[in-house]
């Protein structure tokens, strides 16, 4: 069940803590709206000649600064090129301050049906410290006008672990979200990346990020909230409703190939990984000007393909296959690390389940990064 990813790279302007690929320029927009239409033509085949797309995603950057025509440009040349599902589930990443309720309306008459919206918080000071374009009633409005607008499939972005003397904030902006009754949330840990304002704020001493038990307790809050509204956590930072998980990500992290567009994309064929440049102005040369996508090729070893199926599987609610990764992916860790899974055990940070399944517990989901890391070194060694 392929799916397709089109990264649109413009930002109104750039927020502390992102470093995704973006430009603040709009200069070149319309440009690379046009090279989007020309890299479909030239990728059409990438993922094989008979296939239909599911799910398709425009993320970014910030894909709600598409005008109608734009987006009209884009799905006209995705059907030209590609079949599309009847029922595939199209989703824009949008920011609250372009969904006007003009907006919100253009985009329902689109093809489009899942908005994910990224709120990250409602609390004023905390949106102004990460220099977000939008202010706390705007965040509040972009949901309601978009759920006025007949859009059913919603998912709204907040961030934790922001500097706060208390939790009282998280816990305001998690009954805030619930109150918006919105089926799906992705809650994400601040990280500070090095190449952003909170990074260099950090070198310089400017920025303190709260402690690791601050964030700790605040994941824990969100995981007794999340319950209590009815909500499932498929994967460490996403939750919903039952049946509204979002059916691209999930895609992603059972392995399903998917093609990628536009700088910075990645894509995935089955047996190697496709790495778009993230270069707006060498992007929209490259493809106008010499039908050429500009990327890097990297074959995927059996060692890569177990670890990015042990990193994105352990994250999730339905957990490592431990015969899965044996039989297809050759790593055999019941036979090499039966004492660290023991020990994972034994610590309630994991459960093994009668067919090998291996699944964290609220406790393990904390330490995620490390135990994969852990069993990453081990899986190196066994190649
Ligand atoms: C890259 S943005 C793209 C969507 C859109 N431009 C927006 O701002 O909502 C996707 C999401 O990644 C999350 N994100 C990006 N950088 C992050 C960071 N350093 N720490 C935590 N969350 C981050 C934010 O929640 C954001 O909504
Ligand atoms: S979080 Fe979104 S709006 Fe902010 S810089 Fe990153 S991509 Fe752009």
């Known amino acids: 069940?392929?799916?397709?990813?089109?990264?649109?790279?413009?930002?109104?302007?750039?927020?502390?803590?992102?470093?995704?690929?973006?430009?603040?320029?709009m200069a070149l927009k319309s440009r690379l709206v046009e090279a989007l239409t020309q890299e479909l033509a030239?990728?059409?085949?990438?993922?094989?000649?008979?296939?239909?797309?599911?799910?398709?995603y425009f993320g970014g950057g910030t894909p709600s600064l598409l005008t109608a025509a734009e987006l009209d440009q884009i799905f006209t040349a995705i059907h030209r090129h590609f079949r599309v599902a009847p029922d595939a589930?199209?989703?824009?990443?949008?920011?609250?301050?372009?969904?006007?309720?003009?907006?919100?309306?253009?985009?329902?008459?689109?093809?489009?049906?899942?908005?994910s919206i990224g709120l990250q918080s409602f609390h004023e000071p905390h949106l102004q410290l990460m220099n977000r374009a939008h202010s706390a009633t705007e965040s509040?409005?972009?949901?309601?006008?978009?759920?006025?607008?007949?859009?059913?499939?919603?998912?709204?972005?907040?961030i934790y672990g922001v500097p706060a003397?208390?939790?009282s904030l998280w816990e305001q902006d998690l009954a805030q979200a619930f109150a918006l009754q919105v089926p799906h949330l992705s809650c994400y840990a601040l990280t500070v990346e090095p190449d952003t304002v909170f990074g260099r704020q950090l070198k310089k001493g400017a920025f303190r990020p709260p402690p690791d038990e601050f964030v700790a307790r605040q994941f824990e809050m969100l995981l007794t909230e999340i319950t209590s509204?009815?909500?499932e956590q498929y994967e460490i930072s996403n939750f919903c409703q039952p049946g509204r998980e979002s059916r691209h990500n999930s895609a992603y992290w059972r392995g399903v190939p998917y093609l990628g567009l536009g700088p910075s994309a990645h894509?995935?064929?089955?047996?190697?990984?496709?790495?778009?440049?993230?270069?707006?102005?060498?992007?929209?040369?490259?493809?106008?000007?010499?039908?050429?996508?500009?990327?890097?090729?990297?074959?995927?070893?059996?060692?890569?393909?177990?670890?990015?199926?042990?990193?994105?599987?352990?994250?999730?609610?339905?957990?490592?296959?431990?015969?899965h990764l044996s039989t297809n992916l050759g790593v055999d860790l019941l036979g090499h690390r039966a004492d660290y899974l023991t020990y994972l055990q034994l610590n309630g940070w994991a459960t093994l389940s009668a067919d090998e399944v291996l699944t964290l517990t609220d406790k393990g989901k904390l330490l995620a990064d490390q135990i994969t890391l852990e069993l990453f070194q081990i899986t190196d060694f066994s190649d």
């Open 1 to 25: 069940m392929p799916g397709l990813y089109l990264h649109i790279p413009f930002c109104k302007q750039a927020c502390h803590y992102c470093d995704f690929h973006f430009s603040t320029s």
């Open 42 to 56: 030239l990728r059409a085949d990438y993922l094989g000649p008979h296939f239909t797309l599911e799910t398709i």
């Open 89 to 115: 589930e199209i989703t824009l990443e949008a920011n609250p301050d372009d969904l006007t309720a003009a907006k919100v309306r253009e985009l329902a008459a689109s093809p489009i049906n899942r908005l």
């Open 140 to 158: 509040t409005a972009a949901v309601q006008l978009a759920q006025e607008a007949g859009f059913e499939n919603i998912s709204v972005d907040l």
């Open 165 to 167: 003397p208390d939790h």
């Open 229 to 231: 509204h009815g909500y």
């Open 267 to 323: 894509s995935f064929d089955g047996v190697s990984r496709q790495h778009t440049l993230a270069n707006n102005p060498k992007y929209v040369a490259s493809v106008l000007e010499r039908a050429e996508v500009p990327a890097t090729i990297e074959l995927l070893s059996p060692t890569d393909r177990a670890n990015e199926y042990l990193m994105t599987s352990l994250r999730t609610s339905q957990g490592t296959d431990l015969r």
